[in-house]
């Protein structure tokens, strides 16, 4: 069985970050990946974005607590998790988000606030610094943090 996902795309908002009770590091951001398509029959390019929800655990959100801001453009390597809960007024409810197992920035350097106090790049140069999550560490299970998110999914507790 395979369940991957690979995206490319801008982060919509500063990254939400948060320490848990034990000591793990656990971060959300929202990515928007845009697709362009050519429309023959009114001969004009059509955009539709997509939003993908992402959670990056430990190191990985480490990297995006000290480099990624609104606006970054990165890479993600992961997977799709779908979890459900019970809203306060007791409906049954879903949310799929992607828990992301490797992470690169991308962009020009001067995107990027890791590059500052660095040289500044050559025009056009890019960027690419890969960070990836150890296959080795468990699954984080956080047990002092609530694992049901309140009303809205996009006020999930890490």
């Not at 939400?16 to 959300?28: F, S, W, Y």
């Not at 929800?53 to 390597?77: F, H, M, N, P």
């Not at 409810?93 to 590059?115: K, Q, V």
């Amino acid at each position: 069985m395979v369940n991957k996902v690979i995206l490319i795309g801008n982060v919509g908002m500063d990254p939400e970050v948060r320490t848990l009770e034990g000591g793990a590091k656990v971060a959300r951001i929202r990515l928007a990946t845009t697709e362009r398509l050519f429309d023959r029959q009114a001969n004009e390019t059509k955009e539709h974005t997509e939003w993908h929800t992402i959670t990056l655990w430990r190191g990985l959100a480490d990297v995006v607590d000290r480099y990624v801001k609104k606006g970054s453009q990165i890479y993600i390597e992961g997977r799709l998790r779908t979890r459900e809960w019970m809203d306060k007024d007791n409906n049954k409810r879903y949310t799929t988000e992607i828990l992301a197992d490797n992470m690169n920035l991308l962009g020009r350097r001067s995107d990027n606030p890791a590059s500052e106090g660095a040289p500044a790049p050559a025009y056009g140069a890019q960027q690419q610094s890969s960070y990836q999550q150890s296959a080795a560490a468990p699954q984080p299970q956080p047990s002092a943090a609530p694992s049901v998110p309140a009303d809205d999914p996009d006020d999930l507790p890490f």
